[in-house]
């Protein structure tokens, strides 16, 4: 039965309210109210409502996190108050002359301190009418910044609308954007993996993520925000009390202690001085701000800090070393990669030998000369880097360091694609680090995961001209394998036999694993789903391809390029052939037996792989979990199954099947959807 109009407004303002709420408990206090397939329901229930009805579709809806489509510019906008800079001590000494000042400033005043941990990420402004997020800004030059609300929705700390009562009709939040270090990582293992170069340190990457034009590609980039700073009429004089406001409005803030003298002040920066390596993001150093907002306004502001606050930097964790020498690794698209090779030296608790520099440009920027003497640093980053060189201790005879221009692995030409500052070797047909890289991409676990194909165990076969193209390996069999040095008496049954089961892996990441530059496993997901087989896909245009939303002419560009290619044309008809998955398959049901049940696996099968029981999950409409936990629906278990997570599935009360309940949930065998 249709709802009338005034019911679906109540029923959307219901789950809207319902789902933030879900929403920060989830995000902000790591406790989730519900389980992951009821929310899901909801919020189906909400987009189905707001088709239905879009003229009753609310801005604090959490279905507008996801974007909506492209952002071809983003406005400027002028900062009701100037988003200034803060002045910086390095020692004890410049704290106590920073507070000594504000006692002359006003000498009659008592000053409290508050300490915030200063996160190494990216200032922004969000402002909300009546509880709703309204605009999000960027710092910019301080006096104006970009509009970059619709990047800023996807944040998932950041509410749509504030929580309980009493906030100000106009608030303005001031906070920063950052990224963990594990999502840094994965980010980056993934822009490697489609041929992009890597970013340089967390906070480079989330500045990169919030200016993308694509709402949609901001939420894949998992950013995180840290409230550290309010304002609006009627807020407490105490900036404490105004953090703890803060939290019940639904933010997460930033670690603040206080109010305390100067010396406990001290403490507080020197006690997270050692621990700061243990957090999961980048801090650079600690806040220290009168607590009173009366105070703050007699102080006032310089023209470029506010004479009220300063910040405490703490000094990276550095060394100098000597440069011996720059290496230029090619990777499996053929970027070029220079490696500092350094004198080791102890660095954080480990002995560093290299360091990435990332790109030309850097090792021109940086002026290195070979050899030559630099700082290394290490300030939570994963790989330490170079910071600068010390021409005054450069020995004599030092030359600047050499740029190649041809590859170092198979001498081609390198090339410099327009607007980009990496090179790149375009002999990816031949180059062994190209070729060799691309099959490891292949066999990796998120592409065709053919387990017991190693780096070393590629490396042998291509070297032996067993496996030059993808398809080689389907053409593998024992008696090719056998005597291989290294390969133990049943290994070469073992990775035939893994060999052939990956052919069970769907069609996206059959695309993935092609190794297509600038297509991951995102965009493989989005072409398998516009172009439902490789057939309908090697037909369309590059307009066609650039049209299906988050693709873009680059990699519509790049995909083209790829299918317009004779020999890669040709591999794709002996995949086919070889019985790989190329295209799309949707089963007739519309109630699919596993919809909304959430399943992990545990153990072996003799029946079928992992990657056909996942196939089989997914194809009869459930989710495939990443890890256990409580929002889990079934842990399906075979033999020799890992003991802790029988125990954690127990503790969580989790319910443990085998493969003939699974089959029996879904009301087929498995063996009869592979």
Known sequence: MALSVAEAAQRIAELVAQLNLYDYHYYVLAQPLIPD????????????????????????????????????????????????SLDNAYTEAELREFAQRLQRLLPEATFTYLVQLKIDGVAVSLHYENGVLVRGLTRGDGEQGDDITPNLRTVRDIPLRLLGEGYPPFLEVRGEVYMTRTAFQALNEEREAIGDPPFMNPRNATAGSLKLQDSAE???????????????????????????????????????????????????????????????????????????????????????????AIAYKYAPEQAITQLQGITFQVGRT??????????????????????????????????????????????????????????????????????????PECGTPLIQPPGEVGRYCPNYKHCPPQVLGRLEHFVSRKAMNIQSL??????????????????????LTPEKLTGIEGFAEKMPQKICQNIQQSKAVPYPRVLYALGIRHVGESVAEKL????????????????????????????????????????????????KAMGLQFRLERPAEANLPLQGKRFLVTGTFPQASREQLIAFIKRWGGTYASSLSAQLDYLIVGEAPGP??????????ITCIGLAELEALAGRKVAESA
């Not at 109010?259 to 507080?268: D, I, N, V």
């Not at 802790?644 to 009360?653: N, P, S, T, Y």
């Open 37 to 84: 397939s009821e929310y899901d329901r909801l919020y189906q229930e909400l987009k189905a409502l707001e088709a239905a009805y879009p003229e009753l579709r609310r801005p604090d809806s959490p279905t507008q996190r996801v974007g909506g489509g492209l952002t071809k510019e983003f406005p400027t906008v002028r900062h009701r108050r100037p988003m200034l």
């Open 334 to 407: 053929g970027y070029i990669t220079p490696v500092a090779e350094l004198k080791p030296v102890l660095l954080g608790g480990t002995i560093v030998k290299r360091a990435s520099l990332y790109n030309y440009d850097e090792i021109q920027r940086l002026d290195l000369h070979v050899p030559d003497a630099v700082v290394v640093e290490k300030s939570g980053e994963i790989i330490p880097k170079v910071v600068r060189a010390l021409p005054e201790r450069r020995p004599p005879g030092a030359r600047p360091a050499p740029l190649p221009t041809t590859c």
């Open 454 to 475: 190693g780096k070393k165990i590629l490396a042998k076969l291509y070297h032996k001209a067993l496996v030059k193209r993808f398809s080689d390996l389907y053409a």
């Open 644 to 653: 802790a997570k029988l125990e954690k599935a127990r503790k969580l009360g």
């Open 218 to 308: 901001v939420a894949r980039r998992r950013l995180r925000f840290w409230a550290y700073a309010a304002e609006g009429e009627g807020l407490p004089d105490s900036d404490l009390a105004v953090m703890n406001c803060l939290r019940q409005w639904g933010f997460p803030v930033v670690e603040t202690q206080g109010p305390f003298g100067l010396a406990e002040a001290w403490t507080f920066i020197r006690s997270w001085e050692t621990q700061r390596e243990k957090l999961p993001y980048d801090i650079d150093g600690v806040v220290l701000k009168v607590d009173s907002h009366a105070l703050r306004a007699a102080l006032g502001t310089t023209a470029k800090a506010p004479r009220w």
């Open 528 to 575: 398998a789903e516009a172009f439902p087989s490789i057939e309908r896909l090697q037909a369309a245009s590059v307009e066609e391809i650039g049209a299906v939303y988050a693709i873009g002419p680059v990699i519509a560009q790049s995909v083209r390029a790829f299918l317009d290619d004779r020999e890669n044309q040709e591999e794709i008809e002996r995949l």
